[in-house]
């Protein structure tokens, strides 16, 4: 029987491919044989560690990383990490720079605070509601990171290019835009990202570390806090989430033999994106918030005439199976969240629902 | 199709209700007529809002926990907890008393001290390698709270039931036998558990707090390690582990309208156990590790007359599509996890199999 699915605009939890849910569905009574769903396999099984580290030579297939770089996979979300990475990567006395481009990057430079570390705000776009990525920097001299967010998911804006911090190494929050377009990875330190927009389901967050992030991490820390345990058991320090890893490796597996890779991914992912911002650029009635130039290829933000209008729409787009096009709640207004997985037929079918709307409520 | 599947012995993550995971297959393209598959649509939708908050009525309603208890789904498992206990109960300079039944109470003594809290051992089994649980303790005067394991899925050890520690609340690491039968939950501070034993898949744990407990929690955690963050936020502070909780709620759902409460549920797995214990009791070629007054309803541990035997036991159950029965690599031996969702027909099926392997290799 062919189930009904929807077009699911989601910013996360999102959509994820059909094929790989159809793949889980059709061997989630015994994987692979065993007899024992994925859900009831030990993570400590054959089966499951062929899971865990395919899902790890393909993560660093696709993003391009050589040997310096460890892919682990830890609970708590990039929130978790909002705090891990300064306990870890920030001695006492030290300074961190921090880029501070919205809801994500101030929460990430709270928890810095919250510990009693230095942080120094290199750049902010709070001047106008965070609608641009910013172009000037004013760097710390000896910092010992520099942390970007790389997409900002209730803004709307996403870095187009990365700064040039020089020796300084980048630590960037990617959990909306990882594995959207290739990138040189080798400048960044410490790569997070929570794997339910881009890669999976909720309840896994990746952690891609260079090997020499690693010395600085302190030897008192509670160890499911300090990244050299997991680096140290292959992310099987304690049980891990097997499922949603499972999950990321069928998304990593789609991406590399269905999609083609991350150039491919990229093309398409610009093809979407623009669709939506040109359609939106023709007329006056849909305003784009985030300033051309900083543009999110994954979250595309906009306004409508007015907040009745916005309400309108959002429900007359889920009656058209449609779902998850309002803003987030700290921004309001409207936004179209086309991650990897929203094929190109879901945005266009958004298009000329939001052609058809427009006409009809001018 | 009809899949084969086998009886699973693993100790966690474990075999689950055949029934809920049909449920999860039938339902996973398309949630409750939703169009999106549980792992797709938002941790701020009302249909998840409604699988979580259902899952805390049952677990509350299982558990018999009046108003003061607040329900949790963390990320982390129980060796976070470890650590996020001290962190939260315990002020500096203030004792908690622990008691010694097993490595993962070593491992909560240590996460204890690696943050420089006080700790004092109350009673310990360590002197006969952790095969019984201690019936003398030596309490301290003031302790901040007492720590137990209440089942020690390595050394197969259970407490039939706990001490009285008065006014000083008690903690209970429970991952083990949580839900597997009923206890007086009133005299608990706080009570977690690891999902992927008794409750449902691996990637959330369960943090059950009184009330009371939260006036001790510091203002100057890290968000994320806080607990009043996520009372506040009924646990939706970050993202949760969406696919995990949605499991778990299911698992509930069995426990109460399948198997009818903790009070069935206890009659059922002491059956199990008794056909395991009194099989083995019966000769002297299995030996059972546990004392007699300590062993475990949950994990049944034991040996065979000598290694070799015992690894040929571990394979040759295998093939009968027995899995798991390996003891823990830190101890050896065999151990046969029985937790709820083990039918009744698997244990049946194991000492039959013991029965012929005994008879072939005495």
């Known amino acids: 029987m062919q189930v009904k699915r929807i077009y699911n605009f989601n910013p996360g939890p999102a959509v994820l491919p059909e094929s790989v849910l159809q793949e889980i569905q059709s061997e989630f009574m015994s994987f692979k044989g065993t007899g024992m769903s994925i859900t ?20 660093k297939r696709l993003l391009k990383l050589d040997d310096r770089f460890h892919v ?30 919205g809801t994500w990057a ?28 910013p172009k000037q920097f004013q760097f710390s001299q000896d910092a010992a990171y520099v942390h970007i967010t ?25 959990s909306s835009d990882i594995m959207s377009r290739p990138f040189n990875a080798s400048s960044f330190g410490c790569i997070y990202a929570g794997a339910q927009k881009n890669m999976g389901p909720a309840g896994v967050c990746i952690v891609i570390l260079r090997e020499d992030m690693l010395k600085r991490v302190p030897t008192n820390l509670p160890s499911m806090l300090k990244y050299t345990t997991h680096t140290e058991n292959n992310s099987l320090y304690n049980t891990p989430p097997c499922f949603s890893i499972y999950t ?5 597996k789609w991406l590399e033999e269905t999609i083609g890779g991350l150039e491919k991914m990229e093309e398409l992912n610009q093809k979407k994106a623009g669709l939506l911002y040109d359609f939106m650029e023709k ?39 449609l779902d998850g096009l309002k803003g987030h709640r ?22 000329s629902f939001m052609e058809s709307f427009q006409k009809q409520n001018r």
């Open 72 to 101: 682990l996979f830890l609970q708590g979300g990039a929130s978790l990490q909002f705090s891990m990475i300064p306990m870890n990567l920030l001695a006492d006395g030290q300074t961190a720079d921090y880029i501070n481009t």
């Open 150 to 174: 790389s997409n900002n998911t209730i803004k709307g804006t996403q870095w187009s290019s990365f700064p040039n911090t020089g020796n300084i190494p980048m630590i960037s929050d990617m």
């Open 106 to 133: 101030t929460k990430a430079i709270k928890e810095a605070k919250i510990l009693g570390k230095k942080v120094h705000v290199a750049a902010s776009s709070e001047d106008r509601n965070f609608a641009y990525i």
């Open 330 to 351: 700290s921004v309001g207004g409207c936004r179209a969240s086309i991650y990897n997985a929203m094929p190109l037929a879901g945005v266009e079918t958004l298009v």
């Open 248 to 252: 990321v490796y069928l998304v990593m």
């Open 283 to 321: 007329g006056d009635f849909y305003r784009s918030t985030a300033d051309k130039d900083s543009r999110s290829l994954m979250n595309v933000t906009f306004r409508l005439p007015n907040e009745e209008l916005e309400k309108k729409f959002v429900a007359e787009a889920k009656k058209n199976d």
């Open 40 to 59: 009831e396999i030990s993570h400590r099984s054959k089966a499951f560690e062929d899971v865990l580290n395919d899902a790890i030579v393909r993560i």
